[in-house]
C-alpha cells in the first residue's frame, strides 16, 4: 500500500490545544462495522457488556525536558556550556536516548549537570541523539525530573505553546503508575475515576500493562511503500496476571478492548509467536498495518491520529481501509477534535 492511501485533510482549528474538562465530557465516535453514531465519552459504559475487558497502559509520562551543563576538562580547567536534553526513551539496561540542543559539541564521555544532585554521563553519540546513563534511579531520579524537567507536549502543541503547569496534569492518565514514557497513552486521558467505577458496575473489567511510549511515537512515515517504513522500538511488559486475565476473557467469549494503539501493539505482541496472550517483556517494533491478523484484539478505544502516520495504518488494518476513511470524514464533518487532546473513537470492527 502507498503512503498516500492513508493521508486526508485535516483543518488545522480541529487540533486541540487543551483537553476537554471534565475529562469524560469529550466526544465519542461509535463506530460499529461501519455504522457511525456519535456521542459522548460519558456514555461509554452503554456500548460496553459484562464480560468486556479493557486492557488499560499504565505508564507514566515524564517531565522529560531537561536543561543542564556541559561539565568538561580542558587546557583552560573546567569549562561548563547550557544544553538542553531532551529524553527521548528507555531501553532495557536502564540508559536514556536523548536529544540535546546544541549537541553537535556534545562528546561522549562528557558529564551533563542538572542539579547538584543529578548529571548524566554520555555513553555513545550517533544519529538517533545520545545514550545517557543518570546518576540517579527509581523515586530518586524521578523527584529529580518533576523538580527539574518540562512535559514533552506533542510537537504539533509544542508549536503553538509552551508547555505549562497544568499539563503536568492534562497530560498524565489518571492511572499511570509506571514511569518511563515520554508521551502519553493519549487514548486513556478521557477516563476518570468515575467513569472507571461506572464500567465495573456495568461487569467491565481491566488489565493493565506497561508500555513507555517513546517519542518515536511522531515520527513521520517517509516511504512510498508503506512496507519499506522501519518502526520504532518501544519497551514494554505484559506479565503473568495480564496474560491469564486476558486468556479467561477470550476463553469466556468476552471483547478484549486495548485502550489506545500502545496497548494493542503490546498485546498483540504478547500473541505473535502462538497466536495466543502470553506474558511477554523486551521492546516491540510490532507494525500493524492492512494484512495484518490481530490475535487478540476485539475492539480499540483511540483518539483521532495524524494523516499518513502508522497509527492511522494501524486502525486502517482493524476496521478496513474504506470504513476508515469514512470514519474520519465523519469525524471532520462534525468537527470532532483530532490528536492528542483531542476526542475519541470507539471502533468495533464486524467479527472476523
Known amino acids: 500500500m502507498k503512503l498516500s492511501d492513508f493521508d486526508f485533510d485535516l483543518p488545522e482549528s480541529l487540533i486541540a490545544l487543551r483537553p476537554a474538562k471534565p475529562r469524560p465530557s469529550s466526544r465519542l465516535l461509535l463506530a460499529e462495522g461501519t455504522a457511525l453514531s456519535d456521542h459522548h465519552f460519558y456514555d461509554l459504559p452503554k456500548f460496553l457488556r459484562r464480560g468486556d475487558r479493557l486492557v488499560l497502559n499504565d505508564t507514566k509520562v515524564i517531565p522529560a525536558r531537561l536543561n543542564g ?22 531501553d532495557g539496561q536502564g540508559d536514556w ?19 547538584p544532585e543529578l548529571s ?44 505549562d503547569a497544568q499539563d503536568a496534569q492534562d497530560y498524565q492518565t489518571v ?6 514514557a515520554v508521551a502519553a497513552p493519549t487514548a486513556s486521558l478521557h477516563f476518570d475515576q468515575g467513569i472507571l467505577d461506572a464500567l465495573a ?27 519499506d517504513h522501519k518502526m520504532h522500538a518501544e519497551w ?29 501493539r503490546l498485546i498483540e505482541t504478547a500473541a505473535r509467536d502462538t497466536g495466543e496472550i502470553a506474558p ?23 483518539n483521532f491520529h495524524l494523516p499518513k502516520s502508522t497509527l492511522m495504518m494501524l486502525v486502517s488494518a482493524l476496521m478496513g481501509v474504506d470504513t476508515i476513511k469514512s470514519v474520519y470524514a ?15 473513537s470507539l471502533l468495533l470492527p464486524e467479527r472476523r
Do not use: C
Not at 573546567?78 to 538542553?84: D, I, L, S, Y
Not at 511488559?237 to 476473557?249: G, K, P, S, Y
Not at 490475535?295 to 483511540?302: E, F, P, R, W
Open 69 to 90: 551543563k556541559r561539565r568538561r576538562m580542558s587546557d583552560q580547567g573546567e569549562t561548563f556550556a547550557a544544553v538542553e536534553v531532551t529524553l527521548l526513551s528507555l
Open 97 to 115: 536516548m536523548a536529544l540535546a540542543k546544541p549537541g553537535r559539541r556534545v562528546r561522549v564521555g562528557e558529564e551533563i549537570a542538572f542539579s
Open 120 to 163: 548524566a554521563t554520555v555513553l555513545d553519540k550517533s544519529a538517533d541523539g545520545l545514550r545517557l546513563r543518570f546518576s540517579l534511579s527509581g523515586p530518586a531520579f524521578d523527584a529529580q525530573l518533576a523538580a527539574l524537567g518540562a512535559m514533552p507536549l506533542p510537537p504539533y502543541i509544542a508549536a503553538k505553546r509552551a508547555a
Open 175 to 180: 492511572f499511570a503508575q509506571n514511569s518511563g
Open 201 to 227: 458496575d456495568t461487569g467491565v473489567t481491566f488489565t493493565k500493562v506497561t508500555l513507555h511510549v517513546g517519542a518515536g511515537t511522531f515520527l513521520p512515515v517517509k516511504v512510498d511503500d508503506v512496507s
Open 236 to 264: 514494554g511488559r505484559v506479565d503473568e496476571q495480564a496474560a491469564a486475565e486476558i486468556a479467561q476473557t477470550k476463553a469466556q467469549g468476552g471483547r478484549v478492548i486495548p485502550v489506545g494503539t500502545t496497548a494493542l
Open 280 to 302: 511477554w517483556v523486551g521492546e516491540t517494533d510490532i507494525f500493524i498495518k492492512p494484512g495484518f491478523e490481530f490475535a487478540v484484539t476485539d475492539g480499540l478505544i483511540t
Open 330 to 344: 465523519h469525524a471532520i464533518a462534525e468537527k470532532y477534535r483530532f490528536f492528542s487532546y483531542g476526542d475519541s
